[in-house]
């Protein structure tokens, strides 16, 4: 298969040289890493995303009292057989 993208330049040479001086110059196994990091790391991102939503919910909705937030932590933490 053959994949063709367009990218700004500058963008374009940034690529060009980190495959060439992080995989000497190995597209294919440049493509693969980030892939593997992706499926690895992929997930943190949508989870940031996701709490920043919950969180912008939350404020439209007046808050949440810093009781309510103590009381669920340790509830959490003794649910979970955390020393934290």
């Not at 890493?33 to 919910?57: A, N, P």
Request: aromatic residues 6%; proline residues 1%; glycine residues 8%.
């Amino acid at each position: 298969m053959m994949i063709t993208i367009e990218l700004p330049k500058t963008l374009e040479t940034h690529l060009r040289d980190v495959v060439q001086n992080k995989y000497d110059g190995n597209m294919q196994t440049a493509i693969t890493t980030f892939l593997m990091l992706d499926e690895k790391y992929g997930w943190e991102e949508q989870l940031v995303q996701d709490i920043k939503s919950v969180r912008s919910e939350v404020r439209k909705k007046g808050g949440i009292k810093a009781k309510t937030i103590d009381e669920t932590i340790k509830r959490y933490r003794e649910g979970s057989g955390s020393d934290a």
